[in-house]
Nanobody
Framework: QVQLVESGGGPEQAGGSLRLSCAAS????????MGWFRQAPGKEREFVAA????????YYADSVKGRFTISRDNAKNTVYLQMNSLKPEDTAVYYC???????????????????WGQGTQVTVSS
């Protein structure tokens, strides 16, 4: 069992930056592919970014590529999402997720992930 707790959300102006953190419990964190998703009001939850267990590969949605960076610190059981050049359309609840499978062919799919955090609100004003 893995528990995920997100933090770092809040209000920010367009063009600003925020850094989200996701702290994970469990000794096997370093073996999980980790992902960030977001859900805006009235919309479906969508993929933002993912990182493999070693950090060797990262994946991004086209809408955040070049602005967001996902990283992880396995010694701290934490994954991060650095968000720069924020836009009002980035406003959403951001969720951290963990996939326990050793092979993750589709890191952008919600069904890939076994564990989810409770989410943290990000609000970007123009």
């Amino acid at each position: 069992q893995v528990q995920l707790v997100e933090s770092g959300g809040g209000p920010e102006q367009a063009g600003g930056s925020l850094r989200l953190s996701c702290a994970a419990s469990g000794r096997t964190f370093s073996r999980y592919t980790m992902g960030w998703f977001r859900q805006a009001p009235g919309k479906e939850r969508e993929f933002v970014a993912a990182i493999t267990w070693s950090g060797g590969r990262t994946y991004y949605a086209d809408s955040v590529k070049g602005r967001f960076t996902i990283s992880r610190d396995n010694a701290k059981n934490t994954v991060y999402l650095q968000m720069n050049s924020l836009k009002p359309e980035d406003t959403a609840v951001y969720y951290c997720a963990a996939a326990s499978a050793l092979y993750v062919p589709f890191p952008s799919r919600l069904t890939t992930y076994d564990y989810w955090g409770q989410g943290t609100q990000v609000t970007v004003s123009s």
